[in-house]
T-cell receptor, first 112, second 118 residues
């Protein structure tokens, strides 16, 4: 019963590098989400997806891209990492729009 | 305006006492859902309880209950008989249904840190 997993759990990178954070869920949930958590801001939505090949921007999408070629995977890519992208990143999934979102364990990203 | 407001940055409670964590929300959507999540020091986000805007009864899940006052736009979390393991950050979140176009995305408050004293 893996549920929803994220990798890596910790990542240190340098400014300007491309970084991809992985998210995988075993529930076949249609809806998937990426959030970032920063002190003083709670969690903010970066991108979301309703199904494979259907994605849309959230509140703080600048500098990020996503893809969803398979239902179970929802990778988040920082195209050119900046220090302001240092954060904890959470992936979540839900079976339907009205359903509860279940979160992965998070990825701590440090951009030097 | 903030969509979700948690006015208590930190709260303290004695073990075995009850505690209320405040959450107010702002929406013009008649259909929405309210959630509470717990984030312990280990960092994971744990779903606690859900209240739909059309639900007539306040939601309860074990020691957790949600005091839903629709007219006041508040959705306070009540934890009864606090335990040391309840010490964590607690987030209130809202889903606005927007006629089915929101895809279920959540807006979170800034959180309340609860500390349970023995």
């Amino acid at each position: 019963d893996a549920g929803i997993t994220q990798s890596p759990r910790y990542k240190i990178t340098e400014t300007g590098r491309q970084v991809t954070l992985m998210c995988h869920q075993t529930w076949s949930h249609s809806y998937m989400f990426w959030y970032r958590q920063d002190l003083g801001h709670g969690l903010r939505l970066i991108y979301y997806s309703a199904a494979a090949d259907i994605t849309d921007k959230g509140e703080v999408s600048d500098g990020y891209v996503v893809s969803r070629s398979k239902t179970e995977n929802f990778p988040l890519t920082l195209e050119s990492a900046t220090r302001s992208q240092t954060s904890v990143y959470f992936c979540a999934s839900s079976p339907r729009t009205s359903g509860t979102q279940y979160f992965g364990p998070g990825t701590r990203l440090l951009v030097l | 305006a903030q969509k979700i407001t948690q006015t208590q940055p930190g709260m303290f409670v004695q073990e075995k006492e009850a505690v209320t964590l405040d959450c107010t929300y702002d929406t013009s959507d008649p259909s929405y859902g309210l959630f509470w999540y717990k984030q312990p020091s280990s960092g994971e986000m744990i779903f606690l309880i859900y209240q739909g805007s059309y639900d007539q009864q306040n939601a309860t899940e074990g020691r957790y209950s949600l005091n839903f006052q629709k007219a006041r736009k508040s959705a306070n979390l009540v934890i009864s008989a606090s335990q040391l393991g309840d010490s964590a950050m607690y987030f209130c979140a809202m889903r606005e249904d927007a006629g089915g176009t929101s895809y279920g995305k959540l807006t979170f408050g800034q959180g309340t840190i609860l500390t349970v004293h023995p």
